[in-house]
């Protein structure tokens, strides 16, 4: 089955530098790559998507890159806000049949110093 | 649409007691998804229901554990008898019917934090 590994697991910058989160995953037939953000006490919520047949998308200041070849995928955060101070999740999309189960990383804590 | 709803929201029973917890998903989703989570072991995948049938049950921890979904608005997640190791938040997660663009977008509840005492 899928395994999704998520580093670094702890990420303290200073507001306005960028941030990065990496994830590996295992099994080539994963085709869809979700980023969650959980704020503390809440629930975790889509910020960023990719799919298999794309290499990058970017939504404002967020952006996700995919390494099919090397099973990679990292969020970019750039000019950070204390707002940005969350857990951050990664996932894959179990590529055994077409369920729609999701294979979560172990997560990542930013913090965005003022 | 008020979002996947949860109840309770907060939970605190005495070890050995029964726990059930619920959830009634997005309407018009067709994949509900129950996870744990804690910081040792993170989000967890418990197990989840395509049209109401369970498909992958693998992530249940022991037979204490169950889950039902008799209908696609309604489904429970029991512990009997709870254990103090059971404390976590769970998370009930439902997604768009398997057509679509944005079919795999799961939208979580907002949990249920589990206290066994």
């Known amino acids: 089955g899928e395994n999704v590994e998520q580093h670094p697991s702890t990420l303290s910058v200073q507001e306005g530098d960028s941030a990065v989160i990496k994830c590996t995953y295992s099994d080539s037939a994963s085709n869809y790559f979700p980023w969650y953000k959980q704020e503390l006490g809440k629930r975790p919520q889509l910020i960023i998507d990719?799919?298999?047949?794309?290499g990058e998308k970017k939504d404002q200041r967020i952006a996700v890159t995919l390494n099919k070849t090397a099973k990679h995928f990292s969020l970019h955060i750039t000019e950070t806000q204390p707002e940005d101070s969350a857990v951050y999740f990664c996932a894959a999309r179990d590529g055994s049949g077409n369920t729609g189960k999701l294979i979560f990383g172990q997560g990542t804590t930013l913090q965005v110093k003022p | 649409d008020a979002g996947v709803i949860q109840s309770p929201r907060h939970e605190v029973t005495e070890m050995g007691q029964e726990v059930t917890l619920r959830c009634k998903p997005i309407s018009g989703h067709n994949s509900l998804f129950w996870y744990r989570q804690t910081m040792m072991r993170g989000l967890e995948l418990l197990i989840y229901?395509?049209?109401?049938?369970?498909?992958?049950d693998s992530g249940m921890p022991e037979d204490r554990f169950s889950a039902k979904m008799p209908n696609a608005s309604f489904s429970t997640l029991k512990i009997q008898p709870s254990e103090p190791r059971d404390s976590a938040v769970y998370f009930c997660a439902s997604s768009f019917p398997m057509a679509g663009p944005r079919y795999n977008e799961q939208f979580f509840g907002p949990g249920t934090r589990l206290t066994v005492l």
């Open positions: 229901f395509n049209n109401n049938v369970p498909i992958d």
């Open positions: 990719i799919r298999s047949n794309v």
